[in-house]
């Protein structure tokens, strides 16, 4: 199974700031790698698919990249609605994997 | 406009049995691979399932595998995840989720594209 490992598990950002956390897989995954916002109590949602691609309606201020076993999602400009928790799925191969998750915090 | 929309979580005790539902809406169902996604309280997302749009193809999770099947309804437009010998560390919700495309012998489908509200299930 490809483990995915998401860091920082948590951040505290001010609105404005840029964001950064990165997702590693245990093995190459190429380019398939997604990035999900979950709010509480919501369905997560596809922010970004295959690595770098900004799902229709999601604001470009966010932004992925990599490619093989290093991946990264940028948030610049924080925005209030930004504050939430990212997780990364690698979708190579099954079983699907998703990371632990990374909550962004109000500084 | 794409929905999905699951039913059937509840209380049931350990070693019961569950039938989740996922009705979908706005996309032509059968064009699309479908997983079901679960989500303990308080912990991150874990895979439980998935099936090719066919319903030919069928995956599980380590965790579930022999206790759970995965299966779709063309003629409905419905998803399914029939939960057996369930144990008390499945409590969780539970979310169906379309795929960006087809699977296939290359490719899972894809990233989740679309989810539905989720669905409570407690084994207690």
């Known amino acids: 199974d490809i483990q995915m490992t998401q860091s920082p598990s948590s951040v505290s950002a001010s609105v404005g700031d840029r964001v950064t956390i990165t997702c590693r897989a245990s093995?190459?995954?190429?380019?398939?790698l997604a990035w999900y916002q979950q709010k509480p109590g919501k369905a997560p949602k596809l922010l970004i698919y295959?690595?770098?691609n900004l799902e229709s309606g999601v604001p470009s201020r966010i932004s992925g990249s990599g490619s093989g076993t290093d991946f990264t999602l940028t948030i610049s400009g924080l925005q209030p609605e930004d504050f939430a928790t990212y997780y990364c799925?690698?979708?190579?191969?099954?079983?699907?994997?998703f990371g632990g998750g990374t909550k962004v915090e109000i500084k | 406009e794409v929905q999905l929309l699951e039913s059937g979580g509840g209380l049931v005790q350990p070693g019961g049995s569950l039938r989740l539902s996922c009705a979908a809406s706005g996309f032509t169902f059968s064009s699309y691979a479908m997983s079901w996604v679960r989500q303990a309280p308080g912990k991150g997302l874990e895979w439980v399932s998935a099936i090719s749009g066919s319903g030919a193809s069928t995956y599980y999770a380590d965790s579930v595998k022999g206790r759970f099947t995965i299966s779709r309804d063309k003629s409905k437009n419905t998803l399914y995840l029939q939960m057996n010998s369930l144990r008390a560390e499945d409590t969780a919700v539970y979310y169906c989720a379309k795929h960006d495309y087809d699977s296939s012998g290359y490719s899972p489908g894809g990233a989740f594209d679309m989810w539905g509200q989720g669905t409570m299930v407690t084994v207690s």
């Open positions: 295959a690595a770098s």
């Open positions: 799925q690698q979708a190579n191969s099954f079983p699907l994997t």
């Open positions: 093995q190459g995954i190429s380019s398939w």
